[in-house]
C-alpha cells in the first residue's frame, strides 16, 4: 500500500493526474474510511479542472473527519475558484478556527475581499498573513498590489521592493514597482521596473502597454508607439476597443507634430490587417484621405459604443456648437411655417443633443430619430424627447421607412460621408413638398478636392460641391453660413450650416 500511495505522489507530481488518479481510487476504494485518500483524489479531479466531483469528495472527507482543515481548506480554494464567495468564505473561516495560523485560509478570505473591491478588508487580511510570516512573498506582493489599489503608493513601492528582494525575476512585482512610480509621475524610474518586466516576458501584454503608456507621459513617441504596434501584433483577439485606443494613439501621435512616425505605423497596421473596416478607415486617414468615400459602418458603431458614456462631456469640453446653430437656423424659417407641429427627423441623433433643440419645433409625437449605435440611443432615449428611436444607417432608414417627414436635421453626421449623392437623394425623397433639410459640414480647407478624409477620421466638404449635390438630388439651397462648429486639438473647426428646401408641388 505504501508503495501504490508513493507511486500516486509521485505521479501527480509528474502531473499525470489521470494515472495518479487511479492508483488513489484503488487506494480509497480498499480504504474508503481513510480521510487522506479520499482528498488525494479530490485533488487529482481538481487538478484535472473537474470541480464539481473534487468539491463532492472534498466534502466527503468532511463528513469521515469533521475537522479536517485540509478539507474544509481545499473546499474553501475550490470555492473561490469557481466564485462562490459566501462558500469560500464559511469554509475559511472554520479552516481559521482548527488553525489560526493557516496562511492560506487568510489569503482566500483576502483574495474575496480584494475581488469585491473591499480594498480595506483585503489589506486587514494580507496583513495577517504577513504577520504570519513575514517572509512570505505571496504576502508582500499582495501586500503591495492592495496599497496600490488603495492609491497607496509610497507602500505599494516598499513591499513591492520587499518581494523583488525575495524574487528578483517577478515580473508582477516589478509590473507593481513601475505602476507606483508612474502614479507618483516618476516615469523615467517607471520605465525602467517596466523594462526590467519586459526582459524577463517580452510577450507581457500588460507590459507592453504600461511601456507605451510611460513613453506616452514623456512624449517620447518613438517608444510609445513601439510598444503599443507590439501589443495590438500580440492581441490574442482583435476587439473594437484595441484597434479604436491605436487608431487614436496614431492621430495624436500625428497631430503632436509626428506625421512622419503616425503614418509609418498607420501602413503597418493596414498591412497587418488589410481587411479589418475599423483599421481600414483610421489608417487611411492618416495616409490616404482619397481613399474611402464614406465611413464604413462597423468603424461608425465601434466608435459611437465606446464613447456613448462620455460623448457629451466631451462635446462640451469642445465647445460643440453645431446642434444649436441648426436650432437658431430652422428658428428663422419654421417660425412662419403653416405647419402647427411638424414632423421632424434627427439624423444621426446620437444622445439627443439636437433632439433637444429641435424639439420645440416638432408636433406632440413628431420627432424621430435615428442613429448607428445602440448605447448612444440608451442615453437618448432617457431624455424621453423621442416619439421613436430607431437603430439603423440613416440611409438604409430613408431608403425603406413609409414615412414622410416635414424636417429632416443632421447636426455634424454627414461629416462620416465623403459623397454626399446618396444621402442627399434620400433626403429628398423622405421629405414633403416644402419640406426643409438642416445640416451642417466640416469646411475642406485642406485642398481643392470636393471632400477629403483628413487625419481625424472625419470628413470635410467644399461648400459648392454640397450646393451642387443639392440640387442634383431636387433641393434647393435656402441658406449656407459659415461658423465654428467645435475645437479640435485647441484650434476651432470651420464648417458650413446649411438650410435646403424641396420644391413646393405647384412650383
Known amino acids: ?106 489569503q482566500n478570505l483576502a483574495n474575496i475581499a480584494f475581488c469585491n473591491g473591499n480594498y480595506e478588508e483585503a ?41 523583488l528582494e525575495r524574487h528578483p525575476s517577478s515580473v508582477v512585482a516589478n509590473m507593481i514597482s513601475g505602476n507606483a512610480l508612474a502614479a507618483l509621475e516618476k516615469y523615467e524610474k517607471a520605465i525602467d521596473k517596466y523594462l526590467r518586466a519586459y526582459e524577463l516576458d517580452e510577450h507581457n501584454r500588460e507590459v507592453l502597454n504600461a511601456l507605451s503608456e510611460a513613453y ?91 464613447f456613448a458614456a462620455d460623448f457629451e462631456e466631451t462635446l462640451s469640453a469642445l465647445d460643440y456648437q453645431a446642434p444649436s446653430l441648426l436650432e437658431t437656423e430652422a428658428g428663422k424659417h419654421l417660425k412662419t411655417s403653416v405647419f402647427k407641429g411638424y414632423h421632424i427627423l434627427d439624423l444621426g441623433c446620437g444622445t439627443g443633443l439636437c433632439g433637444e433643440k429641435m424639439k420645440k419645433f416638432a408636433s406632440r409625437r413628431g420627432l424621430i430619430g435615428v442613429d448607428l449605435s445602440e448605447k448612444m440611443l440608451d ?14 444607417d440613416i440611409c438604409h432608414y430613408l431608403e425603406t421607412t413609409s414615412y414622410f417627414f416635414h424636417v429632416e436635421v443632421a447636426s455634424d453626421v454627414l461629416t462620416y460621408f465623403g459623397d454626399l449623392t446618396k444621402v442627399f437623394v434620400r433626403v429628398s425623397k423622405s421629405l414633403t413638398p416644402g419640406g426643409m433639410f438642416f445640416f451642417t459640414v466640416s469646411e475642406n480647407s485642406v485642398n481643392e478636392d470636393d471632400f477629403f478624409m483628413v487625419p481625424s477620421g472625419r470628413f470635410v466638404h467644399n461648400s459648392n460641391y454640397v450646393e451642387r449635390v443639392l440640387k442634383s438630388a431636387g433641393l434647393r439651397v ?7 462648429l467645435r475645437n479640435e486639438a485647441e484650434s476651432p473647426v470651420y464648417g458650413y450650416v446649411f438650410a435646403a428646401a424641396k420644391p413646393e408641388l405647384n412650383k
Not at 435656402?478 to 465654428?484: A, G, T
Open 123 to 163: 489589506l486587514k487580511y494580507y496583513q495577517k498573513m504577513y504577520e504570519k510570516n513575514n517572509n512570505s512573498y505571496i504576502a508582500m506582493i499582495n501586500l503591495a498590489n492592495t496599497y496600490y489599489s488603495l492609491g497607496k503608493y509610497v507602500l505599494a513601492l516598499e513591499f513591492a521592493k520587499k518581494s
Open 216 to 306: 506616452h507621459a514623456l512624449n517620447d513617441w518613438e517608444n510609445c508607439i513601439v510598444f503599443a504596434w507590439r501589443y495590438v501584433k500580440t492581441a490574442p483577439e482583435q476587439t473594437d476597443a484595441v484597434k479604436l485606443n491605436f487608431g487614436y494613439l496614431l492621430y495624436e501621435c500625428y497631430s503632436e507634430k509626428s506625421e512622419e512616425l503616425a503614418r509609418k505605423y498607420a501602413a503597418k497596421w493596414l498591412n497587418f490587417f488589410p481587411n479589418d473596416k475599423i483599421v481600414q478607415h483610421m489608417a487611411c486617414a492618416l495616409t490616404n484621405g482619397h481613399a474611402l468615400l464614406n465611413s464604413d459602418h462597423t468603424y461608425i458603431k465601434a466608435t459611437f459604443d465606446a
Open 478 to 484: 435656402v441658406s449656407c453660413e459659415r461658423h465654428i
Open 1 to 106: 500500500m505504501e508503495n501504490l500511495e508513493h507511486q500516486a505522489s509521485v505521479l501527480f507530481g509528474e502531473k499525470e493526474f489521470r494515472k495518479a488518479l487511479e492508483i488513489y481510487q484503488l487506494l480509497m476504494k480498499g480504504n474508503p474510511k481513510v480521510e487522506k485518500y479520499v482528498i488525494a483524489c479530490g485533488n487529482c479531479y481538481d487538478a484535472l479542472g473537474e470541480k464539481e466531483q473534487a468539491i463532492e469528495l472534498y466534502t466527503q472527507a468532511l463528513k469521515i473527519n469533521k475537522a479536517s482543515e485540509a478539507a474544509m481548506l481545499n473546499l474553501s480554494t475550490i470555492n473561490y475558484e469557481i466564485g462562490n464567495y459566501e462558500k469560500s468564505t464559511e469554509y475559511a473561516e472554520n479552516t481559521l478556527k482548527q488553525n489560526p495560523n493557516n496562511i492560506a485560509a487568510w
Open 379 to 392: 442615453v437618448a432615449r432617457e431624455k424621453k424627447i423621442y416619439a421613436q428611436l430607431i437603430c439603423d
